[in-house]
C-alpha cells in the first residue's frame, strides 16, 4: 500500500506563489510517477504536471509550463510543486497522486484525469483571487 499527502495549499493573490508538497510513504517501487492534478467544482480533473522518480524527467501541461517546477525531496520523501505567478484559473482543488513509471513516460497521466494512477491523496484547496 502507498500513502500520499499533500500539504502547502491556502489562497494567494494573482501573482503570488505556492509550493505544494506530496509526502509519499508506503510500499514504493524504486522507480515510479507522481503527479499532480487540479479539479475545479463542475470541471473534470486535469493534469497539472508529473514526475518521473527514476531519472528525475519532468512533465508540465501547457497551462503550467514556465510558471510550475516539480521537484524531488529526497530526505523529505516528498515530490514538490512550485507554482508562481498564480492566476485564477490556477484555484482548485489539487490532487497527488502515483502511478508506474509507465504513466509518465508514455504521457499517459495526461488522460482523463490521471484515471491510471493508482494511488491518490485527499487533497488541498488553492485559491487565487483577482
Known amino acids: 500500500e502507498v500513502y500520499l499527502e499533500e500539504s502547502g495549499g491556502g489562497s494567494v493573490q494573482t501573482g503570488g506563489s505556492l509550493r505544494l508538497s506530496c509526502g509519499v510513504s508506503?510500499?514504493?517501487?524504486?522507480?515510479?510517477?507522481v503527479g499532480w492534478f487540479r479539479q475545479t467544482p463542475g470541471q473534470a480533473r486535469e493534469g497539472v504536471a508529473a514526475l518521473y522518480l527514476g531519472g528525475g524527467t519532468t512533465y508540465y501541461a501547457d497551462n503550467a509550463k514556465g510558471r510550475f517546477t516539480l521537484s524531488q525531496d529526497n530526505a523529505r520523501r516528498t515530490v514538490d510543486l512550485q507554482m508562481n505567478s498564480l492566476r485564477p484559473e490556477d484555484s482548485g482543488t489539487y490532487y497527488c497522486?502515483?502511478?508506474?513509471?509507465?504513466?509518465?513516460?508514455?504521457?499517459?497521466?495526461?488522460?482523463?484525469?490521471?484515471?491510471?494512477?493508482?494511488?491518490w491523496g485527499k487533497g488541498l484547496l488553492v485559491t487565487i483571487s483577482s
Open positions: 508506503g510500499n514504493t517501487a524504486s522507480t515510479y510517477c
Open positions: 497522486a502515483q502511478g508506474s513509471s509507465y504513466e509518465c513516460y508514455s504521457g499517459s497521466w495526461r488522460s482523463g484525469g490521471g484515471y491510471r494512477m493508482d494511488y
